[in-house]
């Protein structure tokens, strides 16, 4: 399929058209269909290991089995994003005190021996499982299979322009950036992945994608 045209800002920095995005209805239209019918498969395929993670997170420290929490969609739509939880109960009332342990540059967070993981859940984030449940958000049309991953609230509060431009396609359960670098780059470095993957993007590149993350998966690639 057809690329995005490619132009660039004063400051070299590519920027995409939105009007050139939403144009592209037959790839739009053929990608979401495919979603939800794989992710329909994959939820009663995966069933069984639903019920087993579901057990030894039960089983830990008795608490909630999935995590819910709100993040920012396809033009900046605010939507309920599922997660096997993989953290203590209170873990969104202590990010504060570990703000300064962040160890990624830019509107992120992430810090490889967050004290909040559970046992449980250092194992299913280590084999990126705790994000299966992401199937059922793309059943509701909130979330493609593939794309950037959606931000939080408070992290496209400090988003650039540049960095908006994430915001143009509809957040996936996986990307480009999943599949390459992942943690061992920092926040400027994943936007220019995800532009990238919007610059390029149809059904080819996102099933090369799909592809990929199931050999992630199998092999981890610095997941945490």
């Known amino acids: 399929m057809k690329s995005i045209n490619e ?3 004063e400051a070299g920095e590519q920027v995409l058209n939105q009007e050139e995005i939403d144009s592209r209805i037959i790839y739009r239209t053929v990608k ?3 979603d939800k019918f794989f992710s329909a498969i994959a939820l009663i395929v995966l069933s069984p290991l639903f019920l087993i993670v579901s057990l030894l997170i039960k089983h830990e420290d008795h608490g909630p089995v999935f995590y819910v929490q709100q993040r920012i ?3 900046g739509k ?6 096997f939880r993989s953290m203590v109960i209170n873990a969104d009332q202590n990010i504060d005190k570990l703000e300064k342990q962040n160890e990624v540059d830019g509107a992120m967070f992430k810090m490889r021996d967050d004290p ?7 194992v299913i984030r280590k084999y990126s499982i705790d994000e299966l449940p992401q199937l059922l958000n793309v059943l509701q049309g909130n979330m493609a299979l593939v794309g950037p991953r959606p931000p939080l609230e408070r992290e496209v509060k400090e988003y650039t322009k540049y960095d908006m ?3 143009m396609v509809t957040p996936g359960c996986t990307g480009l950036w999943q599949v390459t670098e992942r943690n061992s780059v920092g926040f400027h470095e994943m936007v220019n992945l995800d532009i990238s993957y919007i610059q390029q993007s ?8 799909l592809f990929k993350t199931i050999w992630v998966m199998i092999k981890p690639n610095d997941a945490y």
Do not use: E, P
Not at 78 to 83: A, G, P, S, T, V
């Open 7 to 9: 132009a660039h800002n």
């Open 32 to 34: 979401k269909m495919l």
């Open 73 to 75: 969609g396809r033009n």
């Open 78 to 83: 605010i939507f309920n994003m599922y997660k």
């Open 116 to 122: 909040r993981v559970t046992h449980v859940g250092r």
């Open 165 to 167: 431009q994430r915001l």
């Open 202 to 209: 149809g059904l080819l590149f996102d099933f090369s994608i």
